[in-house]
C-alpha cells in the first residue's frame, strides 16, 4: 500500500497497521523521496512495534508543519500552520 500512495493526491496519510521491515521502519522505494515520516514518539526507542505512523507530503514547508510530542504508544499529533490559523492533527490507534 505505501508503495502506491500516490504524492501528487494526498499531503497527508495517517496509517494503521504499516509494514515495518526487520529494523522497524516503513521502507518503500519511494517513501523516503516524497513523504516525511513521523514515527511515534518512543519507536526508535522501544522494543515493541508501532502501530502507526504518519506521512506528510515533502512538498508541504517544514515551516508550516511540526511534530507535537506526546508521550502515547498509539498516538502521534503533528500540527499545521497557514492562513487558516493552527490545526492539530492526530493520527490514533
Known amino acids: 500500500?505505501?508503495?502506491?500512495?500516490?504524492?501528487?493526491?494526498?499531503?497527508?496519510?495517517?496509517?494503521?497497521?504499516p509494514y515495518l521491515n526487520p529494523v522497524n521502519l516503513a521502507n518503500t522505494s519511494n517513501l523516503k523521496?516524497?513523504?516525511?515520516v513521523v514515527y511515534l514518539m518512543?519507536?526508535?526507542n522501544s522494543a515493541g512495534?508501532?502501530?502507526?505512523?504518519?506521512?506528510?507530503n515533502k512538498r508541504l514547508s517544514k515551516n508550516n508543519w511540526h511534530i507535537v510530542p506526546?508521550?502515547?504508544p498509539n498516538i502521534t499529533v503533528i500540527e499545521l500552520t497557514g492562513q487558516f490559523g493552527k490545526v492539530q492533527l492526530?493520527?490514533?490507534?
Open 1 to 17: 500500500m505505501l508503495k502506491n500512495l500516490n504524492p501528487n493526491e494526498y499531503n497527508i496519510a495517517c496509517i494503521q497497521e
Open 33 to 36: 523521496q516524497f513523504w516525511d
Open 42 to 44: 518512543d519507536h526508535h
Open 49 to 56: 512495534r508501532s502501530q502507526m505512523l504518519t506521512l506528510v
Open 70 to 72: 506526546v508521550k502515547s
Open 90 to 93: 492526530y493520527n490514533i490507534y
